[in-house]
């Protein structure tokens, strides 16, 4: 595990939520836009998908940019789990991170969450490999408390079926600016062969079609088990996602977060 600069505190008043969505680099590059593939979370707030939240961060070349995350039970109770490039891309941290929980048309029922450290798997720091493209962040209690303590968090599972049926969550930019929640139910299609090259375990695909700002939502199992996040689409193919295969090193990775 590797941790990177604190980012600054985020002044979620004077920030805009409307913002683009961060997508990996250029190799990787989505359509933007989304289809009626995945459906809207009418009640974002409600006991079992409270969970899932939106990302929103400052890129300084860049500018704002939003991603997506779901809630972790770890020790610290403060733990959120997202894709690596949410965090760093082309080596630079992303600032003034918060998390907003249920985020929903400007909706914030449970605050927002300022992120006071970032942790991203060390082939994704050194190399920003896509099948280790995972971050975690740890975010300071807010007036409510601690993150879990208030909406709840998920487990995570590791090594199962690269076939099995996924709930997908994110919060696509682009048309949908990432005003509401999203999800997409799908299966798990094997193997991305192009990614057989990269030093790890091949990336899993999965049949689902979100716009940038979707990266880093949570791939649940069983209903209740992170065993994935969005990471990245090819252009041409964008109605197909994938996720690092969580296998051994990323179980390593998100058992020894706070």
């Not at 733990?79 to 760093?88: L, R, S, Y």
Request: charged letters at 20%; aromatic letters at 8%.
């Amino acid at each position: 595990m590797v941790e990177v600069a604190a980012p600054a505190s985020h002044d979620d008043a004077a920030e805009a939520l409307r913002v683009p969505g961060r997508e990996p680099e250029a190799r990787f590059l989505r359509r933007r836009g989304a289809t009626a593939s995945s459906d809207r979370v009418l009640n974002a707030s409600e006991l079992g998908t409270r969970t899932n939240g939106k990302l929103i961060g400052f890129d300084p070349r860049r500018g704002n940019y939003s991603c997506s995350g779901t809630a972790l039970n770890t020790p610290s109770r403060s733990i959120i789990i997202t894709a690596g490039h949410c965090v760093v891309q082309a080596r630079r941290g992303g600032r003034r991170l918060s998390f907003i929980p249920a985020y929903d048309h400007g909706e914030r029922p449970f605050g927002s969450f300022s992120v006071q450290a970032a942790y991203v798997m060390p082939q994704w720091a050194r190399s920003e490999n896509p099948d280790f493209d995972l971050a975690a962040l740890r975010v300071r209690p807010n007036r409510l408390g601690a993150l879990t303590d208030v909406v709840g968090g998920r487990g995570f599972a590791a090594s199962r079926s690269r076939f099995a049926a996924f709930q997908i969550f994110g919060y696509p930019a682009a048309a949908l600016r990432g005003e509401e929640l999203r999800s997409c139910r799908a299966r798990g299609l094997g193997s991305d062969p192009l990614t057989f090259a990269l030093g790890g375990p091949p990336a899993l695909p999965s049949s689902c079609d979100m716009a940038a700002g979707a990266s880093g939502g949570g791939w649940l199992i069983d209903g209740e088990l992170v065993n994935g996040v969005t990471s990245f689409s090819y252009p041409g193919r964008p109605t197909r996602l994938h996720s690092p295969y969580f296998g051994a090193a990323v179980a390593g990775f998100l058992r020894s977060l706070p």
